[in-house]
């Protein structure tokens, strides 16, 4: 709901040590004391937080001079600053062409939806059929809960009697059709010509009905609570409608994108909005900091589904998250330590009791982002937002919410954890305390006030510097005693101390955010062969949110309405560069290219808020460019375009050596077709150092088709099978780097494309909605050391950054074992006594949950899930007859198998990502592992070496595929080395740790 470094040696940059000094215990941690009311701590010299939560009355009278709706726009989105009267500094907000169907996502032609026709002026007007448009930032409550949305509409013109409908919908999504029964629908209103009402929620039956007079139009105003009391007022002619939401609704969404559309059974029938005087589309308040670029992320928490396994937390993410990208979390202990799963219904999202908000309604827990907020080019900052509520209910006591940003891609959200960069604790007296890394400072108290706005700014780099907002008061500004990462993992946290204590997170933004979010196609819409000119960006929405169309020299933009806000990418070489004769692949530079571009800016006028980024010249030094000419077309380009996001992309050879990056360049790429992820990783790895800003973020172009001429070393030998292959590994390599943003897939030739290459199109498919729809997915390895000398597990994320210790098991020769003993979540940790043949394993990394023996002195201890059961039992491996036993009741043997020869380690995986652990081997002498992809039959892989003399075998799914895969741990270097799937390319590699500890890998972060 939307209402208005102490790192101690904790890994970083190569240091290879890890200091596992023990962490104090107990939930409540140090409070410092109290700074004075009043000054800010610091210097004063930290960045200003980004604005992200501007909103505004919207009014659009439709008043345009009716020569103005021409062929190709017709008129939907010309004049709107005119129109709608934006303040100063500000542009009016543009409508989207939707299909306003229940069959198609393709809005109809242009002329079906226009504005100000001749025939109905300063109207507008829909008519054809079915049809609806978007407005391009979505309807707000008020600080008092409610929202308004006024127009008035002529379902029929020269029509009283008929049952054709002029509709309003409200939908969280901004991927609606606009259809007033859809799925995605929270509440539709049609208006039909006879004067007939009926409102309706996700279906087709409406939940009221009402009626007035019939007449030839009707002035409607729908006002929205999204308080407890679920009211709905109606009123229609001067006629009101007191309407009570439907029984599945618990509050109203603070957030909802806005539909108007129209139903005529003939295509000689129009529907208009408007008076024609005047009275347009009123919406009483929108969120125009939502849309305003590619880049934030807004989670509204409204309107998820609760009564879920995970209680709403990753539900609806894309429809409650009003932002072009989207991303999911995981619950968190919220404790300093080993990580814990916190018990279920500890977190929730829009529960019955708290609606519309994150709620922690069982003392202390917490959330983490799960992609991090990461510093842009413009600012070399970002800017993290929340609203927290410490205890609901109460302006009293030192229980805290805590909003915290961490070096640690897998940290327990603890505020006060030594992964910490930056966290706030806010109590619900208003006391404030800034911590970093562990370290507590007392920050000035702000007025109690229930809930508080806050805000950090974090500029990264050699800039170091902070600011925090609380309520508008600035209670911190200046460099930090921590280093503040450029990727930092946002988390959210609640401690209290008495039972039936609630504290609540509402409306969280993120200036930016680093790690895949971003998928498309280039090439969606081409003037030349084969796409001639067709947007065929309807064929892939469901799985796309960002696409680049070509315009090579067609002079047309109409292409623009249909693109959602901040959704759309353009190519820039007509106003550029000079035409080329067909026989020549090289670049001149256009002498008018400045004035080109600030005249194209012109042109798009209020569709610029559909383009997310502009390109540079593709490829450009390939096509002759030099790095001076790039430079300036890189400064032409941003000053035409200066809130867009600037993408350069390179060909493979250019990505090999040092080419020129200007840094305005906000994402760079390079393409490489069909040649596998042995070739990308390391022109990747290359071109991260030449980079000329550190805040550049990197981009991918994954071929889409063996389609002869399409894509190099694509044809004539690759298969549909290899190039779906080949995308996997695309997906695989971003979820390694969270630099990478931007997976765009060259290209998309048309309706025909699943037919041609059917595998290739349903791994980009299931790829592409993981992105847009943010969807959990396997997480990663993390890594970690047990120490014998003093019988300590320590843990990392897996980006190496450790994230806490604690000792178990009595050290001796006890061998550690980490497992999900009782279900599925977080691994937790246990030991093997070797002499007894005993283990102990815990669920709570402190207390001994299971004691039991299984095999005999001289066993090698496994663990594993055999069969599948979604919980980690025991087995080991008898190196007298190298044969495994396996458990599936930490009782008997379930499975027995030979396999390996004398001398050789055992190893255990789900080799597959079938959710089932099998058996391996590693033979030391030579290097070589062989994976059996069963525990009751011999089915060896052909063996893969990997590895140096001396190197401990380990395995992992290093990058979370869903399958783990063989590496090592060298001792020499305590360093972690995992290797893709069936091969010997190192796609993972962290030093962790101090001579002479024991390497871990789970499932902590």
Not at 402 to 421: M, P
Request: hydrophobic share 35%.
């Amino acid at each position: 709901m939307i209402l208005t470094q102490r790192l101690g040696r904790g890994l970083l940059a190569g240091a290879s040590a890890l200091a596992l000094a023990l962490l104090p215990a107990g939930l409540a941690p140090t409070t410092a004391a109290a700074a004075p009311v009043g000054a800010p701590v610091g210097d004063g010299s930290g960045p200003v937080p980004a604005d992200l939560g501007s909103t505004r009355a919207f009014a659009d009278t439709f008043q345009l001079d009716p020569a103005q709706d021409t062929d190709p726009m017709y008129g939907l989105n010309v004049g709107i600053d005119a129109r709608q009267s934006p303040p100063a500094g500000q542009h009016g907000i543009s409508y989207t062409r939707v299909s306003g169907r229940w069959d198609t996502t393709a809005a109809p032609a242009q002329w079906f939806v226009q504005t100000s026709h001749p025939n109905h002026p300063n109207k507008l007007l829909f008519a054809k059929g079915v049809s609806a448009v978007m407005l391009g930032a979505p309807a707000v409550a008020d600080a008092t809960g409610h929202y308004t949305v006024s127009t008035v509409i002529d379902p029929v013109v020269g029509d009283t009697v008929s049952k054709d409908w002029g509709s309003i919908v409200l939908s969280r999504s901004h991927r609606s059709t606009g259809y007033v029964t859809g799925g995605d629908v929270d509440l539709g209103l049609t208006v039909t010509s006879g004067g007939e009402l009926a409102l309706f929620h996700g279906g087709e039956t409406p939940f009221w009905t009402g009626r007035v007079a019939p007449t030839a139009q009707y002035a409607v105003s729908l006002a929205v609570s999204t308080g407890a009391d679920r009211a709905l007022t109606l009123t229609v002619n001067g006629t009101p409608f007191t309407v009570s939401a439907p029984a599945g609704v618990t509050r109203w969404p603070g957030s909802e994108f806005l539909y108007l559309g129209a139903y005529l059974s003939t295509e000689d029938r129009v529907t208009t909005f408007g008076d024609g005087a005047g009275h347009g589309l009123n919406v009483s308040r929108v969120d125009t900091g939502a849309i305003r670029s590619a880049k934030p992320l807004v989670d509204t928490f409204d309107g998820a589904p609760n009564a879920t396994a995970d209680s709403g937390l990753n539900q609806d993410l894309s429809a409650r998250q009003p932002s072009l990208i989207s991303a999911d979390y995981t619950a968190v202990s919220g404790v300093r330590g080993l990580a814990l799963t916190p018990p279920a219904g500890s977190v929730q999202v829009n529960s019955p009791a708290n609606p519309n908000v994150l709620s922690f309604p069982k003392g202390t827990a917490a959330v983490r982002l799960n992609k991090p907020a990461t510093s842009d080019v413009p600012t070399g900052a970002y800017t993290v937002h929340a609203a927290l509520t410490p205890v609901v209910g109460s302006t009293s006591g030192q229980d805290w919410a805590s909003l915290a940003v961490s070096n640690a891609s897998g940290g327990t959200g603890a505020v006060d954890a030594e992964d910490v960069a930056l966290g706030l604790r806010v109590q619900a007296d208003g006391g404030l305390t800034l911590l970093q890394g562990g370290t507590p400072t007392a920050l000035p108290a702000v007025p109690a006030a229930g809930s508080y706005e806050v805000s950090v700014a974090l500029a990264t780099g050699d800039k170091q510097r902070a600011t925090v907002t609380v309520n508008g008061a600035t209670v911190f500004s200046g460099r930090t005693a921590a280093q503040l990462p450029r990727d930092g993992y946002v988390s959210l946290g609640a401690h209290h101390s008495a039972a039936g204590q609630v504290t609540t997170v509402d409306d969280l933004r993120v200036s930016m955010l680093g790690g895949l979010g971003y998928y498309g196609y280039f090439d969606i819409r081409d003037p030349n062969d084969p796409n001639f000119s067709v947007n065929h960006a309807p064929e892939v929405a469901s799985w796309t949110n960002l696409n680049t169309y070509l315009r090579d020299r067609d002079p047309r933009l109409d292409f623009l309405d249909q693109c959602l806000p901040s959704s759309c990418v353009i190519d820039l070489n007509q106003e550029t560069v000079l035409p080329r004769p067909d026989d020549s692949w090289r670049f001149d530079p256009n002498p008018s290219a400045a004035q080109n571009l600030l005249d194209l800016a012109k042109r798009i006028g209020p569709n610029l808020d559909k383009i997310a980024a502009v390109d540079l010249s593709d490829e450009a030094y390939s096509h002759g460019l030099s790095p001076a000419q790039v430079q300036t077309q890189a400064a032409q380009i941003k000053a035409a375009f200066p809130d867009k996001m600037l993408i350069m992309s390179l060909d493979h050879w250019n990505a090999e050596q040092t080419a020129p990056i200007p840094s305005v360049v906000d994402i760079v790429g390079f393409d490489y077709y069909c040649v596998g992820r042995g070739e990308i990783q390391p022109r990747l790895a290359n071109l991260k150092t030449f980079l000329s800003s550190p805040d550049q973020h990197l981009m991918l172009f994954p071929e889409s088709t063996n389609q002869e001429k399409v894509a190099d070393n694509c044809y004539p030998d690759r298969t549909d099978a290899d190039v779906a292959a080949f995308n996997a590994e695309y997906r695989a390599i971003a979820a390694q780097d969270p630099r990478v943003v931007y997976l765009q897939n060259f290209r998309w030739l048309g309706p025909d494309q699943p037919t041609k290459v059917p595998l290739t199109v349903a791994a980009q498919q299931r790829i592409g909605r993981a992105v847009v729809n943010a969807t959990p997915g396997p997480a990663p390895a993390s890594v970690g050391v047990y120490r014998k000398a003093d019988a300590s597990f320590g843990e990392a994320a897996h980006n190496g950054w450790f994230t806490g210790r604690t000792v178990f098991g009595g050290g001796g020769n006890a061998v550690p074992l980490t497992g999900h003993w009782n279900g599925p979540g977080t691994d937790t940790i246990g030991v093997y006594h070797p002499e007894t043949a005993t283990f102990q394993l815990s669920n709570d990394n402190a207390t001994v949950a299971a004691t039991f023996p299984f095999g005999v002195p001289g066993d090698i201890p496994l663990v594993g899930d055999w069969s599948g059961q979604g919980r980690t039992t025991v087995g080991v491996y008898r190196p007298g007859d190298q044969t495994f036993y396996l458990s599936d009741d930490n009782s008997t043997v379930k499975y027995r198998i030979p396999l390996g020869n004398a001398g050789w380690k055992p190893l255990v995986g789900d080799w597959d990502g079938n959710g089932t652990t099998t058996v391996g081997v590693y033979d030391p002498d030579t290097q070589v592992f062989y994976l059996n992809d069963s525990n009751q039959t011999e089915h060896v892989r052909p063996g893969i070496k990997f590895g140096n003399p001396g190197d401990i075998p380990i395995k992992g799914d290093w990058d979370g595929t869903g399958k783990e895969s063989i590496g090592v741990y060298r001792p020499g270097d305590q360093g972690f080395y995992g290797a893709a799937e069936n091969s010997d390319l190192v796609i993972y590699s962290k030093k962790f740790g101090n001579a002479g500890d024991v390497p871990l890998v789970g499932n902590w972060g």
